[in-house]
Structure formats: structure tokens, C-alpha cells
């Protein structure tokens, strides 16, 4: 395989937050993948804080079918 004549390629992406599709070198170099910068990655985050993707505090019932049934010893 022959070398990259681009030593650093652009990738895209779209950004999941904005929609935008933008440029970036690496992930390492985008700091705000897989958004499209910093604003859009926090203001993602912060609907984690403010409850938009909130998880139910309510803990789950059990599920029946993991309880054993009981059997009638014959
Ligand atoms: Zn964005």
C-alpha cells in the first residue's frame, strides 16, 4: 500500500447534535467529536444535567420471569 500523499486526511462528520457536517483531523485533534465544536457538545451534555435524556430513578420490577415458580412437590 502506497503512503497517503495527505500525511493528515480530513474526515467528516455530522455533528449529531446540530446536524452540520464538519472537517476534522483526527479525534484527538477534535476535542468536541463527535460534535462539531465545543458549544454544541456542551449544550448536548447539558440536557443530560437538565433531565432531557433523564433516567427513571424508579427501579425496574422485577422481571417475573427470573422468579422461580414454585412447584408443587408430588
Ligand atoms: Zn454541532
Known amino acids: ?5 495527505n ?3 480530513i474526515r ?13 483531523k483526527s479525534v484527538a485533534e477534535h476535542k468536541p ?4 465544536s465545543a458549544r454544541c457538545r456542551d ?6 444535567f437538565s433531565g432531557a435524556y433523564a433516567i427513571p430513578g424508579e427501579e425496574l420490577p ?6 422461580t415458580p414454585e412447584r408443587d412437590a408430588t
Open 43 to 48: 449544550v448536548d451534555l447539558g440536557k443530560w
Open 62 to 67: 422485577a422481571d417475573p420471569d427470573e422468579a
Open 12 to 24: 467528516q462528520a455530522r455533528c449529531p447534535y446540530c446536524g452540520r457536517e464538519f472537517e476534522y
Open 1 to 5: 500500500m502506497p503512503d497517503a500523499p
Open 33 to 36: 467529536f463527535p460534535f462539531c
Open 7 to 9: 500525511p493528515t486526511p
